[in-house]
């Protein structure tokens, strides 16, 4: 058997988003961000406008080695919230890898990656904004 398996919080801060590409022209975007990481999906609250403000925070259950790679990606999915339909708007999406973060915690007990820019991009890669978010772990005692 592998060295022992460490558990801890990954901790995300939803700062803001910037120059989110408007697909509606004739009403305001109402932007808000699904964030999955693994099985684990949390949802933002709805903002407002091309520049939205969050300033929230999510936590995941994170554990080191986590096996497969993808237990690392932290992907955040930017919508745009429909009144009148059921279907919300796809604006683009980042995803950040946190391995390196989550390894330097388990050795250290915590580790940041402070506030950054991230590009949010579409399918086809071309780019839809920005989107700031700050990620912590901290192994459980």
């Known amino acids: 058997m592998e060295?022992?398996?460490a558990n801890g919080t990954l901790e995300v801060l939803l700062i803001n988003a910037r120059r989110l590409k408007d697909k509606n022209f004739l009403v305001k975007m109402d932007p808000y961000v699904l964030i999955q990481y693994g099985n684990?999906?949390?949802?933002?609250?709805?903002?407002?406008?091309?520049n939205p403000e969050w300033?929230?925070?999510f936590t995941f259950n994170a554990e080191y080695p986590g096996g497969e790679h993808h237990k690392y990606k932290l992907?955040?999915?930017?919508?745009d919230k429909h009144k009148l339909s059921c279907i919300d708007d796809f604006i683009g999406q980042t995803t950040i890898y946190v391995k390196d973060?989550?390894?330097m915690g388990v050795e250290m007990?915590?580790?940041?990656?402070r506030p950054t820019k991230y590009r949010v991009v579409l399918p086809n890669q071309s780019y839809a904004g920005e989107i700031s978010v700050a990620v912590a772990f901290t192994l459980d005692v």
């Open 3 to 5: 060295g022992e398996m």
């Open 40 to 50: 684990q999906v949390r949802w933002s609250g709805v903002a407002k406008g091309r």
């Open 55 to 57: 300033n929230e925070k």
């Open 75 to 79: 992907i955040l999915r930017i919508m």
């Open 101 to 103: 973060l989550v390894s």
């Open 109 to 113: 007990g915590q580790a940041h990656l």
